[in-house]
């Protein structure tokens, strides 16, 4: 009998050795800190670390300050942009249903404008090969005020052109 209670003592004591193992493990697996492979996940960078929560996914930046270190979460635009474009829908749902509910435009009229021109004289319909154009010639006042004004302008240019040979002609 008692090569059976040996063997059974022995058994037993492997057991509770190995219980201690696997429970020993699950205790230090639970107690690991955040930053050691666990929730955290840490790349350096030249002001502190970047921070990455493996959980949430959400990054912080982590510096050094002289109070100690401090963490502060980096914005996330994918959500910045995803805001962004679900007020755009709304804004667009929101116009389309003013559009739908019909022109809120005072004083608009309904009958689409003559597009014709008002200020043009009843000019009868000619057909295309028939259209000639006229180009109306000036009067003898408009050439007479033309070419007052390229003599003017000619006198003037020579005056300008005589002072400047003055000048130099007096500088040599």
């Known amino acids: ?63 050094k300050n002289g109070t100690g270190w401090a963490c502060y979460a980096v914005p996330d635009e994918r959500s910045a942009l995803d805001a962004e474009i679900g007020r755009l829908q709304a804004e667009v749902e929101k116009l389309k249903g003013q559009l ?14 003559p597009k014709s021109d008002s200020l043009k004289k009843g000019e009868p319909k000619v057909a295309e090969g028939d259209r000639k154009l006229e180009i109306p010639l000036p009067s003898d006042q408009d050439m007479d005020r033309m070419m007052s004004f390229l003599e003017k302008a000619w006198r003037r240019l020579i005056d300008m052109a005589n002072r400047v040979q003055k000048d130099v002609s007096g500088k040599i």
């Open 100 to 113: 739908a509910a019909g022109p809120t435009v005072s004083g608009k009229i309904d009958e689409a404008l």
């Open 1 to 63: 009998m008692r090569a059976a209670t040996s063997s059974t003592t022995s058994w037993l004591a492997a057991a509770i050795v190995a219980l201690a193992m696997v429970s020993g493990s699950l205790v230090a697996a639970q107690s690991a800190p955040d930053g050691d492979n666990g929730r955290y996940s840490m790349t350096p960078i030249p002001d502190g670390v970047l921070r990455l929560d493996t959980r949430t996914g959400t990054v912080s930046t982590c510096t």
